[in-house]
């Protein structure tokens, strides 16, 4: 009797052993290891900046939040995109002085490249970037070129190629050599003037504004004039995107070629006719005043004021009037060129992705997130299945 009591006592005493490991094994499998946020770099002009747009209706925000909704992980956003950036070249030295100025304030430092450097210093381990969103190089070839009607097609194309092509791969290829895990989504750009913009009064005049012809040039109708910005702003949205699309494709085969799990993409924005400036579909910020305000506008050469109808205005204003304050002796010609630019700083947002423009931008780079995902990007990481377009 007693030797079966001491085995039945040593059998319960093993039992209750191999009960706890095995419930301490089923719990550190059913509790994971939570997973580490992403981390998402914007950088670019005034395009992925998101330019007269509350922060929720930016582009990038949008994305952002699509990332967490469709992967369940946290992502934590860095933006470097200002107004204005230039791209640059990886040797630029940037003023500190600007760096901090408000993103609405169009200035072309610090450049595309100097972004780069300044998002490097503030990661302390670079290989967790997951995603960068980039844009760039209509400031380079200034955006006022096509708004004026004495340019052609032809040069705006060459323009395109010498702007968007070389400068933009090697913008790509320092991106993803200073982010080893990211994959690069870049956005393309889109026409401003089409056949649907308005042909008022005040659009031929603001066309006419605009028009600097060479010297002894002969004079051209409202007509000529007219279509000479629609074909430029066509051939601007078409080469423009070809040669983004291009500069793209030539560092993604080099990544492939190089066994790289990285991926460059080009996020195309499908931007129709009627969707232009001042049309009246516009996906694109415009003025906010009356047709006579306006035309009393042109009439007086910038003395009457006029403002835009994006959502961030007020706030512009206030940066702008900060920035182009009046310095302690000013004369009357220096007083003269900065009020001009004071005015051309608080119609920044003008020609911009409005809200519904932005929205087309989240489906242009969320199309690409889709197939990086449905190609194995966060596979593991507990991120749903999502069905491609």
């Known amino acids: 009797m007693k030797l079966s009591a001491q085995f039945a006592k040593r059998f319960l005493v093993a039992v209750a052993a191999v009960s706890f490991l095995f419930s301490s094994f089923v719990y550190t499998q059913s509790v994971k290891t939570p997973e580490r946020p992403l981390n998402l770099l914007v950088l670019g002009d005034s395009i992925l900046w998101g330019q007269g747009l509350k922060e929720e209706h930016k582009a990038w925000h949008q994305v952002k939040s699509w990332l967490e909704q469709n992967t369940g992980r946290e992502v934590r956003e860095k933006i470097e995109a200002h107004s204005g950036a230039v791209i640059g070249s990886a040797g630029d030295q940037t003023d500190n002085s600007t760096v901090w100025l408000d993103g609405e304030i169009n200035r072309a430092v610090p450049t595309v490249n100097e972004q780069i450097d300044y998002a490097l210093r503030s990661y302390s381990d670079r290989s967790q970037v997951d995603l960068v969103l980039v844009d760039g190089c209509i400031n380079d070839i200034d955006a006022r070129r096509l708004l004026n009607a004495s340019n052609t097609p032809a040069g705006i ?3 395109a190629q010498a702007k968007c092509g070389a400068p933009v791969a090697a913008l790509l290829e320092k991106v993803v050599s200073s982010f080893p895990n990211a994959h690069v989504i870049i956005t393309g750009y889109y026409p401003i003037i089409s056949e649907k913009t308005s042909n008022d009064l005040f659009m031929r005049a603001l066309g006419k504004r605009l028009y600097t012809p060479a ?16 074909a430029i702003s066509q051939e601007w949205y078409d080469a423009s995107n070809e040669k983004l699309a291009d500069s793209a494709k030539s560092v993604d085969a080099k990544l492939a070629a190089g066994g790289s799990r990285q991926r460059t993409l080009f996020a195309r924005v499908e931007f129709f006719p009627g969707y232009a400036f001042g049309s009246h579909e516009s996906r694109l910020w415009g003025f906010d005043a009356s047709p006579l305000r306006k035309l009393l506008v042109i009439l007086a050469f910038g003395r009457v004021s006029i ?7 007020g706030q512009r204003s206030d940066s702008c009037e900060k920035v182009f304050k009046r310095p302690d002796g000013e004369t009357k010609d220096q007083k003269r060129a900065r009020q001009w ?26 199309n690409q997130l889709k197939l990086l995902i449905s190609g ?9 299945a999502i069905s491609t377009p």
Request: hydrophobic residues 35%; glycine residues 10%.
């Open 157 to 159: 194309r060459e323009l």
């Open 215 to 230: 010297p002894g040039s002969p004079r051209i109708s409202d007509k000529e004039l007219r279509r000479r910005l629609i």
């Open 307 to 313: 403002r835009t109808n994006d959502e961030t205005r």
């Open 341 to 366: 630019r004071l005015m051309l700083c608080k119609l920044a947002a003008l020609g911009h992705p409005n809200r519904k423009g932005s929205a087309m931008y989240v489906d242009a780079i969320t």
């Open 376 to 384: 194995g990007w966060l596979r593991g990481a507990g991120a749903p």
